[in-house]
């Protein structure tokens, strides 16, 4: 089902607010805001494993599964690899017509803390593999069903879990409102930092919630360059190496042979010289102030288990001045089938460019280019620091409460993504003051999460019958 094109997320440039505002209420009319809550599987719904498989003939074939074995571990695992099924079933549904650029997965474990480039504790969006311009009722529906599986997950009862989705949505409902009466450069300016996220457990969570936020802050500074130097690296012969931890990270040496490796090893010097071409100047001066001294492969995520992901090792002014990148594979994204093709012929730079819409602060290395593989293949990358103050939710810990309160930060911070490229005074103007989309993605969400246990259990008997392979690997 082809969607509007992806190179235009407003209708008409430079139109007045009141008709902005108009167009978001005309659409009410096209797609009622009610409409949102059927979730009905379609009668021709491709078969989800064999979408799952689609993916992964592309991928390296002994890490496919690796991912399968993941994504069987619990309904939530499933979900988080399951974009692409999701996406195909996002493509039956209503929209209003307002099109916003996407994260294209943003389940709750795609929000996080993130350092910014001034050195300030951020909560952002994190993953952007399938960002692409699309409705922007599929994030939001993301985000929904994810909070209701996590719920499911922790034994919530259904009043429980319609409490915590519905707040989440009021929560993108009421600050697309509040980014609808704002200017440009406000809007663009907006962020949530940790002293908004203390005054938000301030007012809403108990002494218990703050002190698992302060837990959480504390830790997620710890959590850079220099620890993960501690953490993935030894010494050999006097020099760091990335350390072995097979499967899921496997240095250079361990993978190719002396001659390959060696070529592999020149092919990625050419690419963090290319690469950082697509950096401001400034940044691009700090980088070349580092050398390469080591890189492995390395297994990342659950839906992303088996595409090419490289951490490289540098250092700069000594032994104990480590850089530490990742370089991942990015492939067309899962929405592409359905919304049009990106823009950007390299992946990388759809990647790139989308997180540095949608994000209030990127990272100081993000960066795209395209490299030659051993094999002859041409594919695109795009590259950030492995570990920049990161800090991930942990929501099987989360009481009812802290659920909430979490979903409520994701709706803000995933209203403020939208509303830096989408028309927010027309999508506000959609959704209006009353609560009609927060009950209607109350439905949606715990019918979509049927379907996701349906697939889930798909996954498990496949396995089960040989038809899929799985390993478990725990992550380390």
């Known amino acids: 089902m082809s969607r509007t094109s992806t190179t235009a997320m407003r209708a008409v440039p430079h139109s007045t607010p009141a008709e902005r505002a108009a167009r978001g209420k005309e659409a009410r009319s096209r797609s009622p805001r009610s409409r949102h809550a059927v979730y009905r599987p379609s009668p021709d ?58 994260c294209g997965d943003a389940h709750l474990l795609n929000f996080r803390l993130l350092a910014s480039p001034e050195r300030r504790l951020m909560f952002d969006i994190n993953d952007f593999d399938e960002t692409l311009p699309g409705p922007w009722e599929w994030d939001v529906k993301r985000l929904s069903a994810s909070l209701v599986i996590a719920g499911r997950a922790n034994g919530f ?23 609808a009466g704002m200017g440009n450069l406000d809007v663009w300016y907006a ?63 361990d993978l190719l042979p002396d001659v390959e490796r060696s070529a592999l090893e020149d092919r990625f010097r050419q690419l963090l010289d290319r690469y950082g071409r697509t950096m401001a100047s400034d940044r691009r001066a700090l980088l070349e102030d580092y050398r ?43 929405l592409a089938t359905h919304v049009g093709a990106s823009r950007y012929d390299n992946q990388g730079e759809r990647v790139v460019s989308g997180q540095r819409l949608m994000q209030a602060a990127s990272d100081i290395f993000l960066g795209w280019e395209r490299l030659e593989g051993l094999d002859g293949v041409r594919r695109d990358f ?23 309160t979490f ?66 690997v725990p992550a380390t």
Request: charged share 30%; proline share 5%.
């Open 45 to 102: 719904r491709p078969d989800p494993l064999a979408l799952l498989e689609a993916q992964s003939a592309a991928r390296v074939p002994e890490l496919v599964p690796i991912r399968y074995g993941r994504m069987s571990e619990s309904p939530f695992r499933f979900y988080r690899g399951a974009a692409a099924i999701m996406a195909s079933d996002l493509a039956a549904t209503p929209d209003s017509g307002i099109t916003a650029q996407l």
């Open 157 to 179: 009862d259904d009043a429980e879990r319609a409490h915590i989705v519905s707040s989440g949505v009021r929560s993108y409902r009421e600050a697309m409102r509040g980014f």
């Open 191 to 253: 962020k949530i930092d940790s002293d908004r996220l203390e005054a938000l457990a301030a007012d809403q969570l108990d002494a218990s919630g703050r002190k698992k936020l302060a837990g959480a802050l504390a830790k997620a500074r710890t959590r850079d360059s220099l620890q993960a130097f501690g953490k993935l690296t030894e010494l050999v012969g006097g020099r760091p190496r990335i350390a072995a931890d097979a499967p899921l990270l496997v240095p250079i040496a």
């Open 292 to 334: 390469l001294v080591d890189m492995a492969r390395k297994v990342v995520g659950v839906g992303s288990v088996g595409t090419r992901c490289w951490i490289l090792l540098l250092l700069g002014r000594d032994g104990r001045d480590p850089l530490l990148l990742q370089a991942k594979e990015a492939d067309t994204s899962v």
């Open 382 to 404: 795009y590259i950030r620091q492995l570990r920049d103050w990161k800090g991930i939710a942990m929501p099987e810990t989360m009481s009812p409460r802290l659920l909430k």
């Open 407 to 472: 979903g409520e930060v994701c709706g803000i911070t995933l209203a403020r993504a939208h509303a830096r490229s989408g028309d927010r005074i027309a999508i506000a103007a959609y959704l209006g003051r009353g609560e009609t989309f927060d009950r209607a993605l109350v439905a949606f969400a715990e019918a979509y999460a049927d379907q996701n246990e349906r697939d889930h259990q798909a996954l498990v008997d496949a396995i089960r019958a040989e038809r899929l392979p799985a390993r478990a």
